[in-house]
């Protein structure tokens, strides 16, 4: 299996509950972002890893949202105290940036609900 | 800055028709564009992109687009639509040496028999 992984694929949170979505990206691939899509529109940024360098996160949309990549490999994206606003897919996508290709590579998503 | 519209989020055609979706994008950069597809409950699949080389690009499953740099657009087409095509279709722009992509808002793809 050579492609991105997220887990878990669903997710149900109850208001005011902590969430962690998983990443695991393609071997290799130094850059690592974050989407988030609401239902019926496009991804929006989130924020992105150069390795373990978190070199952008404009997009994280509250304090509440927090992502860490601590061995430049595997990402945990934390939901602290969720809204119903919450409730999207959150898309990661894994890129090597290096071979000037400017491909990123979606995994398929976790969809979070929160009642 | 940089900013994503796809004109029509539903787009409607018979099997074996021509497939055209509309992509216009801002960027105060030249900018690199990209095709992604969408199928339910799945993440989404590069189609083809622009990075600055043919403004003719050519994709998977016999989609292409073509880039003009004086319309600002990046309109995908595939000549004769298959059932399989009936997917979410989303375009995307980032600023060249940038990382992150900005999505226009998706058109829905929906075959006729």
């Known amino acids: 299996g050579a492609g991105v992984s997220q887990s878990p694929r669903y997710k149900v949170a109850k208001r005011g509950q902590d969430v962690a979505l998983r990443c695991d990206p393609i071997?290799?691939?130094?850059?690592l972002f974050w989407y988030q899509q609401a239902l019926g529109q496009g991804p929006e940024f989130l924020t992105y890893?150069?390795?373990?360098?978190?070199?952008?996160k404009s997009g994280l949309p509250s304090d509440r949202f927090f992502a860490e990549r601590p061995e430049g490999s595997v990402s945990t994206l934390k939901i602290q105290r969720t809204q119903q606003e919450d409730s999207a897919v959150y898309l990661c996508?894994?890129?090597?940036?290096?071979?000037?290709?400017?491909?990123?590579?979606f995994g398929p998503g976790t969809r979070l609900t929160v009642t | 800055a940089q900013s994503v519209t796809q004109l029509g989020s539903h787009v409607s055609v018979s099997e074996g028709a021509l497939v055209l979706l509309r992509c216009n994008y801002s960027?105060?950069?030249?900018?690199?564009l990209f095709w992604y597809v969408q199928y339910p409950n799945q993440g989404l699949q590069l189609l083809l992109k622009?990075?600055?080389?043919?403004?003719l690009v050519k994709g998977i499953n016999g989609f292409e687009a073509e880039f003009k740099k004086s319309e600002t657009s990046f309109h995908l087409t595939k000549p004769s639509a298959h059932m399989s095509d009936a997917a979410e279709y989303f375009c995307?722009?980032?600023?060249?040496?940038?990382?992150?992509?900005?999505f226009g808002q998706g058109t829905r793809l929906t075959i006729n028999p």
């Open positions: 996508a894994s890129g090597d940036f290096a071979t000037r290709s400017y491909e990123q590579y």
């Open positions: 071997s290799g691939h130094v850059s």
């Open positions: 890893f150069q390795n373990e360098a978190q070199l952008d």
């Open positions: 960027s105060s950069v030249p900018p690199y």
């Open positions: 622009y990075t600055s080389a043919a403004t």
């Open positions: 995307a722009v980032s600023a060249q040496g940038a990382q992150k992509l900005v």
